[in-house]
Structure formats: C-alpha cells, structure tokens
C-alpha cells in the first residue's frame, strides 16, 4: 500500500558566499515568514550588498518548487531562511617595520526554504 505525500517545501542553498554571515543575516531576518512575492519586493530595494545573493537564493527555492514539486510561487512563503558561518580566508597585510597584520575574509551558506500555503 503506497501513499503518495505531496512535498509542500522547496529549498535552495548558497555555499561559499564571500561575505560576513552577520551582514546576510540582516538582510534574511527581513523576509523571514513573508511571501515569495512581498520578499522579492523587500529585497530589491533594500540597499545592501547581501541581497544580491539572497534574491538570487530565493528565485532558486522558488524555481525549485515549481519544477521539483509542481508549486505555485503566488502561494509560497518563506518558512526558514538562515547564514551559517563557512570557511575563513586568511590574509596578510604588510605593516610597518616588517610586520604582518592577519586579515579574516569570511564565507557563509546561506539556506532559504519556501513552503507553500494552503
């Protein structure tokens, strides 16, 4: 006896996004628990440099749910979004009298899952 369940969740996720974690969050708890179409309006015109990936995070969930699980985007919202911490690129900097200062460049992967609203 085989039932089959409907998937009601799509989700995309983005790794190795160089930029802070701290500065994506920002931008995620924005559109966190709106819909598809109200956070595809916040974030093009918020003005930080993180929502260029997070929109790009969000058509991708959204395409994800249409293709995979045959969802309409009009009736999605977001459900999770988050930006975990990945690997730290570590750099130099020369100073003065030979020394060396450590730059951090961080990296994040972001998660965005959209659910659809029945």
């Known amino acids: 006896m085989s039932t ?3 998937q009601t969740e799509a989700r995309a996720i983005a790794k190795y996004i160089r930029m802070s974690p701290f500065k994506v969050r920002r931008v995620l708890k ?7 179409k109200e956070a595809l309006m916040i974030l093009e015109f918020m003005p930080y440099a993180a929502c260029k990936p997070v929109l790009q995070l969000l058509q991708s969930a959204a395409a994800n749910a249409q293709n995979n ?6 009736q999605m919202i977001v459900n999770y979004a988050y930006a975990d911490p990945g690997p730290v690129l570590k750099r130099f ?9 450590k730059i ?15």
């Open 104 to 118: 951090k460049k961080p990296t994040c992967h972001i998660t965005v899952s959209l659910k659809e609203v029945l």
């Open 69 to 74: 699980y045959g969802l309409q985007k009009d």
């Open 30 to 36: 924005q559109i966190r628990g709106r819909s598809y």
């Open 93 to 101: 900097r020369p100073r003065a009298q030979g020394r060396g200062f």
């Open 4 to 6: 089959s369940v409907k």
